[in-house]
């Protein structure tokens, strides 16, 4: 057993160094620091480099109508999503759950919760067909994210979407998001003349969940 594990350790020390000689081969005429690896190509790059900005950023040339989405989307997405966006079986819906965000039960869709419209449009072209991921062409991303916009009556059934009128799309809960402005998400470094960290006190705890072991009673609050 030992013998057999021995000879598997020497098997797998050769074939690394089989694969470290075919590497540095390989990109001998570009190699770096470590000897491994060449700068990545701009097709490459161009090939991870796709997300696509709140404000159009990212988006590439092309544009796609309702209607050609509705066509693309019953082909590629409704199985799942279902034809209006409710959601087969336990599928994601899509689409409807307006006024819900409040409620006991949210019922978080693109219509009812996401801010920007760059997201869906991101969303598919990265990750759908679920069963297909980018596998669609610009043209055909653009109908479609109109479609699902239009199944969320955000747009008329004779939008056209594109890379031009993209930022004009405005999504219902756009302003269900913003900057935290508590006091407490502030908290800027101090730099000069700062506090000495052992005469800073805790002075208050949520109760059950802070700590409160360290706490000094009636600690003047500063
Ligand atoms: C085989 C089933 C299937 C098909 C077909 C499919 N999807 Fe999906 N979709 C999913 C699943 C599963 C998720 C959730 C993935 C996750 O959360 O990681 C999802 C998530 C999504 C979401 C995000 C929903 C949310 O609120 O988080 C969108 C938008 C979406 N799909 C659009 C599409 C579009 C457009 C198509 C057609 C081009 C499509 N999907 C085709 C299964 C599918």
């Keep these: 057993m030992y013998n057999l594990a021995k000879n598997y ?3 797998l020390v050769l074939m690394s160094a089989a694969q470290g000689l075919l590497i540095s081969a390989a990109y001998a005429e570009t ?5 491994l690896g060449r700068i990545a190509t701009q097709e490459e790059i ?5 997300d696509v900005r709140p404000d159009g950023l990212g988006l590439p040339a092309g544009s796609g109508s309702v209607a050609d989405g509705e066509g693309l989307y019953e082909g ?3 199985s799942c999503h279902g034809s209006f ?4 079986g336990r599928w ?3 689409a409807g759950g307006f006024g819900t965000l409040s409620e006991g039960r949210p019922e978080k869709t693109v219509g009812s919760y996401w801010p920007y419209a760059s997201t869906l449009y991101d969303y598919i072209n990265r990750a759908m067909p679920f069963t297909a991921p980018q596998s669609l062409t610009p043209n055909e991303t653009y109908a479609i994210t109109a479609y699902v916009l239009y199944l969320n009556e955000i747009v008329d059934e004779d939008f056209v979407l594109s890379k031009g009128n993209f930022s004009t799309v405005v999504m219902p809960n756009a302003e269900g998001f913003f ?4 006091p407490d998400v502030r908290n800027p470094t101090c730099m000069k003349n700062c506090k000495d960290p052992s005469s800073i006190k805790v002075t208050s705890t949520i109760a059950g969940v802070t700590p409160t072991e360290h706490m000094e009673e009636n600690a003047p609050i500063e």
């Design 9 to 11: 350790f020497k098997i």
């Design 31 to 35: 190699e770096g620091h470590y000897g």
């Design 46 to 50: 161009a090939g991870w480099d796709i």
């Design 76 to 78: 590629k997405c409704a």
């Design 85 to 88: 966006g409710e959601g087969e």
């Design 92 to 94: 994601p819906i899509l």
């Design 179 to 182: 900057e935290d402005d508590r």
